[in-house]
């Protein structure tokens, strides 16, 4: 049973001050890794990712190649010192999963179809963990795709919605993901606003999904624009030198 904890101040306001529409603070830097094709820093309120991408390049062993396109392999990792109570190394259940759907997603919005038999490789690192770290990295996978040149359809952004108190709010923190009645994170092609994953965790009703998604959607966006501001710091910066 979830303790009695209160998620609202007197004044409406959330435990770290923001109103319910609002995202946490957010950092995005580009082309950290100079080993790597593409890379991206990512903080996330209290999250810290960071995202490589290597490729394309043949997929071996060969027999998981597909000769029509490439297959896009993310891998999502938990580092053992990025929660409070040390995580055992090495992928677990719930880093698979969260592989398997990232990869699916960004292999909606990859022009696969370019690059027959090849693999492209995302990894995915969580430095720091609060809440929402899928969100983050698939944010941050997604500016890693821009940055290495893989051609795209859009860049991928990532963001969730949630129900505390029996309000729906943006972005839930630590405490409202542990204490909260529901999550709802999402991913789409901004451009199109197609949905690439969705997952839910906890019980809505429809109007509180509808209002749910339609937030998420909201906050997409506004993550959306930092990471274009972000790239295009990065080439700018290029260009001035």
Same mark, same amino acid.
């Given at each position: 049973?979830?303790?009695?904890?209160?998620?609202?101040? =007197?004044?409406?306001?959330?435990?770290?001050?923001?109103?319910?529409?609002?995202?946490? &603070?957010?950092?995005?830097?580009?082309?950290?890794?100079?080993?790597?094709?593409?890379?991206?820093?990512?903080?996330?309120?209290?999250?810290?990712?960071?995202?490589?991408?290597?490729?394309?390049?043949? +997929?071996?062993?060969?027999? #998981?190649?597909?000769?029509?396109?490439?297959?896009?392999?993310?891998?999502?990792?938990?580092?053992?010192?990025?929660?409070?109570?040390?995580?055992?190394?090495?992928?677990?259940?719930? =880093?698979?999963?969260?592989?398997?759907?990232? =990869? &699916?997603?960004?292999?909606?919005?990859?022009?696969?179809?370019?690059?027959?038999?090849? =693999?492209?490789?995302?990894?995915?690192?969580?430095?720091? +963990?609060?809440?929402? #770290?899928?969100?983050?990295?698939?944010?941050?996978?997604?500016?890693?795709?821009a940055d290495a040149g893989i051609p795209i359809r859009d860049i991928p952004v990532a963001c969730a919605a949630g129900?505390?108190?029996?309000?729906?709010?943006?972005?839930?923190?630590?405490? &409202?993901?542990?204490?909260?009645?529901?999550?709802?994170?999402?991913?789409?092609?901004?451009?199109?606003? $197609?949905?690439?994953?969705?997952?839910?965790?906890?019980?809505? #009703?429809?109007? $509180?999904?509808?209002?749910?998604?339609?937030?998420?959607?909201?906050?997409?966006?506004?993550?959306?624009?930092?990471?274009?501001? +972000?790239?295009?710091?990065?080439?700018?910066?290029?260009?001035?030198?």
């Amino acid at each position: 049973m979830k303790p009695d904890i209160k998620l609202f101040d =007197s004044d409406g306001k959330r435990l770290d001050g923001r109103k319910p529409d609002e995202l946490r &603070e957010i950092k995005i830097e580009v082309g950290v890794l100079h080993r790597a094709e593409g890379s991206c820093y990512l903080e996330w309120g209290g999250n810290k990712a960071i995202a490589a991408v290597y490729g394309p390049r043949e +997929a071996i062993p060969r027999h #998981t190649q597909n000769p029509l396109r490439a297959i896009i392999n993310a891998r999502y990792n938990m580092a053992a010192f990025s929660v409070e109570d040390r995580k055992r190394p090495g992928p677990d259940r719930r =880093s698979r999963e969260i592989s398997k759907v990232i =990869s &699916e997603a960004l292999a909606k919005i990859v022009l696969t179809e370019r690059f027959p038999r090849a =693999s492209i490789d995302v990894n995915i690192e969580i430095l720091e +963990a609060e809440a929402g #770290t899928r969100c983050a990295g698939l944010t941050a996978a997604g500016v890693a795709l821009a940055d290495a040149g893989i051609p795209i359809r859009d860049i991928p952004v990532a963001c969730a919605a949630g129900k505390i108190e029996n309000q729906v709010v943006l972005d839930l923190g630590k405490d &409202e993901d542990n204490h909260g009645d529901a999550d709802l994170p999402i991913a789409i092609s901004p451009r199109t606003n $197609e949905i690439l994953l969705m997952q839910m965790d906890g019980h809505l #009703t429809l109007d $509180e999904f509808d209002t749910a998604l339609e937030l998420a959607m909201k906050g997409c966006h506004i993550v959306s624009d930092l990471q274009k501001k +972000a790239i295009l710091k990065k080439y700018q910066n290029i260009e001035e030198v």
